[in-house]
């Protein structure tokens, strides 16, 4: 059995491809790949085939087409080492990727998941809001950071995580419930008691391009994070609430109270700046200004604030501004945009 496998889902990725199989240039040897040709019809299959004549760690698995979800589990269940790399078929691994990952995992054996830090490529075609993205998601280093801001958006980038093949396993594996099948993944991680960890380093060069799913697959749509979130939150940190705030009545908080008020989440009120939206109302719920907040905070149990406020820069300073209210990131609010 090797001591790691790595689980690389393709379809139609003839371009690109022989950068994901450059893994054949890892530092560390003892592992496996496991492709999954996901009924391409361009030179994808033969690519495989041809590495894996070539080296005898790789297996090919072929199968009609079905889509990212099925294609990775269909990877997960062949793959026979404890721990799982993913790649993606148009990315691009460092040299010692595998084995940076493969060392924490060792040496730190509660951690479920590591990641790594992350640079797009090619440069000329980076979006300004994906090196935003990017920056943001480097930024989160800890187990604290990143579930301090899991319900922001992903913290990992897919095709740079390691795991423990009985965590994911022990969670259902990957999941199809129309939004992004990782996001998905880590939240379900979160909430099981998952400890996550980066490592430190740049190890993966993540491609970003105008066929990448994120842009062309709806599951990746703004509202469908949404949908996710909201199923999360009502799952973790909405149970036992007796009054849920949102602070920023405009279009991010109007539609993830949307999902949540039809959960049956017991919605307060909104939190806004704007004069135009203060004394309005959202779902027959008011608009308050920020100054109202304390006294009907006190009217509560156990009440929580959920951060829906999508400016630049709105997060670290609202940070602040609720540590003044005496308010504990994680316990009394969760920023979920």
């Not at 889902?9 to 022989?18: D, S």
């Not at 070539?54 to 009609?64: H, N």
């Not at 149970?239 to 049956?264: C, E, N, Q, T, Y």
Request: proline content about 7%; aromatic content about 10%.
């Amino acid at each position: 059995m090797p001591a790691l496998s790595v689980l690389l889902p393709c379809y139609n990725a003839a371009a690109t491809l022989p950068d994901a199989l450059a893994l054949t240039a890892q530092t560390f040897t003892d592992f496996e790949v496991i492709a999954v040709d996901d009924g391409s019809t361009d030179a994808t299959a033969e690519l495989l085939h041809a590495a894996a004549r070539a080296d005898s760690r790789f297996t090919v698995i072929s199968q009609p087409h079905a889509g990212i979800i099925p294609a990775l589990n269909r990877g997960l269940s062949a793959c026979r080492a404890p721990l799982i790399a993913r790649m993606d078929a148009d990315d691009y691994a460092y040299p010692t990727r595998l084995e940076k990952q493969k060392t924490w995992l060792d040496q730190h054996p509660t951690t479920a998941l590591v990641a790594c830090l992350v640079e797009g490529f090619p440069p000329e075609q980076l979006q300004p809001g994906f090196q935003r993205y990017l920056n943001w998601m480097n930024s989160l280093q800890t187990h604290a950071d990143i579930c301090r801001e899991i319900f922001v958006e992903s913290p990992f980038a897919h095709p740079g995580v390691m795991f423990r093949k009985a965590w994911v396993e022990k969670v259902g594996g990957y999941q199809d419930h129309g939004w992004a099948e990782d996001y998905d993944l880590w939240l379900r991680l979160y909430l099981a008691g998952a400890e996550f960890a980066k490592v430190p380093e740049t190890l993966l060069a993540w491609r970003d391009a105008p066929h990448r799913l994120t842009r062309t697959d709806s599951r990746y749509a703004v509202e469908n994070f949404l949908r996710a979130k909201s199923h999360y939150l009502l799952q973790g940190p909405l149970p036992g609430r007796d009054a849920v705030f949102i602070w920023g009545a405009g279009m991010i908080g109007r539609r993830l109270s949307k999902h949540l008020v039809r959960a049956g989440a017991p919605l307060a009120a909104f939190i806004d700046i704007a004069p135009g939206k203060i004394g309005g109302q959202r779902w027959n719920r008011p608009i308050l200004p920020p100054e109202d907040l304390p006294a009907w905070w006190a009217r509560y149990q156990s009440p929580i604030l959920l951060l829906a406020v999508a400016t630049h820069g709105a997060r670290a300073t609202l940070r602040a501004r609720f540590a003044g209210l005496g308010l504990e990131e994680g316990k009394d609010w969760v920023a979920v945009t």
